[in-house]
């Protein structure tokens, strides 16, 4: 949440900034807001709501300068308005500074420093931080960098931060504890910043992802300096970006969103490129190999994540058990890291994560491996936190996943969620030598079936337009389709605002049941397989009650047809491979339906994409 970028060197800092923030509004977007230093002025706009309102209001400032930082804003602390935009500046006028993270001890601090006759204009946190960094410079006669690093030892709780000052206008000050920040080395010497490596990718692709609690001077004089909290000098570790531009705009769609789901095809062909061989029967994750017997013998693997990671995990669960025979526990990260767990040295801890920067995950992961467990990571964005912490991992590989609501980044979970489970199974030997080769042969053709559903795109949408103004919507499935429920609903919510519940179909009949009318539309998945006849039988309790029943079915199916009101088929699939497929029309159905409300698919309100408080 949050996004931060900044800029020094011999371009225009507005332009880089600003372009920056929209790659990452997805972090966040109440607020935006630059600063800019130039003739030793510090010029500073900020303004509600999103990006574009701020370039309206820029309009006709002075923009220039070779410095500048920005925000996009998710906010935590103060409402979304003008005054609590980032940057935030100091009393004295000389520094301004933008922040991703909460300081959870500003209260104190704020009420110490007001005691000294500073004075506040917004309810952040961010602006006690600034002043208390002007308030130790006051008091050491130091340089703001080192009375930021000072700063830093007093507060609790996570910050990405970049500062800027009139004082040392070559210079960028950058800091981060929990929340995630790059920096990358420009060719002409100048250098960026920014919470995520896609605004720094079309200039250059030589970055340094900060570590906890480090502290970066980029300075046009002196170079990039790296020290910890503890002022001891550090060597950058210089990583080069695999990131392609291109991935990073819309390439024609209307929408990032519909871009992300239409690339599923691309995106799990990627995931399994190199790591599958139906031909030759073998499936191998480099990444995680030598932690494989370790798996196959703890007595339990703990799958912790949040969101739709969250349901990813459930269907590992499905697949490791079913495939492999062991024992996985699915753990929302948010609950376990304050349950006070009970956690083993031989337990194993996988944690599933898009953006890798999920601070409930981060947190929880933290904690187990404090307990002595393996930790290991299902991450998307390379070099992120989670993927660095963890003792190994395998990436999705999906690619920059922009649109809030999360799809290609889901299927390329579960796709390596279903290698790691086959792999398992192949070496735990519970798995016949037939079936493995099935499952290999099938999963390869995956991408071609994602394909064939989107392909029927347009008959999904006509659908849509039957559901767009219901108020309430139920989504059921049993076995691994129950979180493709639980996902399916989600979507919808999320985008179009409309209240969703997913239930194991059995459990229908517990409570929602209740609510089912003729304005009530249950989404089904009714796929052939071995609950087909429970899924019929719920369904017949659905249309008992008159509620309208859209269900998903196997091609040829002829039975459901018969009593739903719409179906929705998807090519026949081993059952395990069922959620890649079924979760393809309830992407497209929310879509469309989110489309049709004129809600803002892309960034849907209150959401944020990177969620790196708790
Ligand atoms: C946010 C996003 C979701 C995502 C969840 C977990 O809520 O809007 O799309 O599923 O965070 O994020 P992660 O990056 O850990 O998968």
């Given at each position: ?10 371009k225009?800092a507005y332009?880089?900034?600003v372009k920056?923030?929209?790659r990452?509004?997805y972090?966040?977007?109440d ?5 800019l230093?130039t ?10 709501g999103?990006?574009?309102?701020l370039?309206?209001f820029t ?12 925000h ?8 979304p ?41 917004s309810e ?12 130790i410079?006051?008091?050491t006669?130091?340089t ?30 950058a800091?981060?504890?929990?929340s ?5 080395i420009?060719?002409d010497?100048d ?9 720094i ?7 340094v ?9 980029l300075?046009?004089d002196d ?12 060597t ?5 970006l695999e990131?392609?531009?291109?991935s990073?705009?819309k390439?024609?769609?209307?929408h ?16 399994f ?37 969250w ?7 499905y697949?490791?058990e ?7 526990e699915v ?10 767990p ?10 599933i994560s898009?953006s ?6 981060l ?9 002595g ?15 660095r ?7 999705t590989?999906?690619g ?9 980044a ?29 499952m ?11 394909q064939e ?16 103004d ?19 609903a ?7 605002y409309?209240h969703a ?6 459990e ?15 989404f ?9 006849e ?7 309790e ?6 309208k ?17 719409h ?6 699939a081993?059952e ?12 497209l ?10 809600c803002?698919v ?6 944020a ?6």
């Amino acid at each position: 949440m949050c996004g931060i970028v900044a800029y020094i060197g011999k371009k225009d800092a507005y332009e880089i900034v600003v372009k920056g923030l929209k790659r990452l509004e997805y972090r966040g977007y109440d607020s935006a807001g630059v600063a800019l230093l130039t003739d030793g002025n510090l010029n500073l706009y900020k303004k509600q709501g999103k990006v574009a309102n701020l370039e309206e209001f820029t309009k006709d400032k002075d923009k220039s300068g070779r410095v500048g930082i920005g925000h996009t804003r998710w906010a935590t602390h103060g409402e979304p308005n003008d005054v609590n935009a980032h940057p935030h500046m100091s009393n004295n006028g000389e520094i301004a500074l933008i922040h991703n993270g909460i300081i959870e001890n500003y209260d104190s601090i704020k009420r110490e420093l007001l005691t000294k006759g500073y004075t506040f204009q917004s309810e952040t946190d961010t602006e006690v931080l600034t002043i208390l960094v002007e308030d130790i410079k006051k008091n050491t006669n130091g340089t703001y960098a080192e009375s930021l690093r000072l700063a830093l030892q007093q507060v609790v709780g996570a910050y990405a931060i970049v500062m800027i000052s009139k004082e040392n206008p070559r210079q960028l000050i950058a800091a981060r504890k929990s929340s995630p920040l790059v920096v990358g080395i420009g060719k002409d010497g100048d250098f960026f910043c920014a919470s995520d490596a896609t605004p720094i990718v079309e200039y250059t692709k030589k970055v340094v992802y900060l570590d906890d609690e480090e502290i970066a001077v980029l300075d046009l004089d002196d170079g990039l300096k790296l020290y910890s909290i503890d002022d001891v000098q550090k060597t950058p570790y210089i990583q080069e970006l695999e990131i392609k531009l291109e991935s990073l705009e819309k390439g024609g769609y209307d929408h990032f969103m519909l871009k992300e789901i239409h690339e599923q095809p691309r995106s799990i062909t990627d995931c399994f490129r190199g790591r599958l061989n139906a031909e030759e029967a073998w499936v191998s994750l480099g990444g995680i190999k030598e932690y494989e017997q370790k798996m196959i013998d703890a007595k339990r693997i703990i799958m912790i994540a949040c969101g739709t990671s969250w349901h990813a995990a459930l269907v590992g669960e499905y697949l490791f058990e079913d495939l492999a025979r062991i024992n996985v526990e699915v753990e929302y990260a948010s609950e376990f890291r304050y349950r006070n767990p009970i956690i083993n040295e031989d337990d194993i801890v996988i944690a599933i994560s898009q953006s890798g920067e999920t601070a409930d995950t981060l947190a929880a992961l933290e904690l187990a491996k404090s307990k002595g467990a393996t930790i290991l990571g299902i991450c998307n964005v390379v070099g992120s936190s989670i993927s660095r912490i963890t003792d190994a991992g395998s990436y999705t590989h999906a690619g920059p996943e922009i649109g809030v609501a999360s799809t290609k980044a889901f299927t390329a979970q579960v796709t390596v969620l279903t290698l790691m489970a086959l792999s398992l199974a192949k070496k735990k030997g519970s798995i016949s030598d037939t079936k493995f080769r099935t499952m290999l042969s099938e999963l390869e053709i995956i991408p071609q079936k994602v394909q064939e559903i989107l392909d029927i795109n347009d008959k999904i949408k006509t659908i849509s337009a039957e559901y767009k103004d219901a108020t309430n919507a139920l989504y059921l499935g049993r076995g691994s389709s129950f979180p493709v429920a639980l996902e399916g609903a989600l979507k919808l919510k999320e985008i179009s605002y409309i209240h969703a519940e997913g239930y194991p179909a059995a459990e229908m009949k517990h409570g929602p049941i209740a609510l089912i009318d003729e304005e009530m539309p249950v989404f089904v998945i009714a796929t052939q397989g071995p609950s087909y006849e429970k899924v019929v039988s719920n369904i017949q309790e659905v249309k008992a009650r008159k509620g309208k029943l859209i269900a998903i079915v196997t091609e040829g199916d002829e039975q459901v047809k018969e009593i739903a009101d719409h179906v929705i088929e998807i090519p026949e699939a081993d059952e395990h491979l069922i959620p890649l497929l079924a979760t393809i029309p309830f992407q497209l159905l929310s879509y469309h339906i989110a489309v049709m409300r004129n809600c803002n698919v892309d960034q849907p309100r209150n959401l944020a994409k990177s969620v790196t408080v708790e």
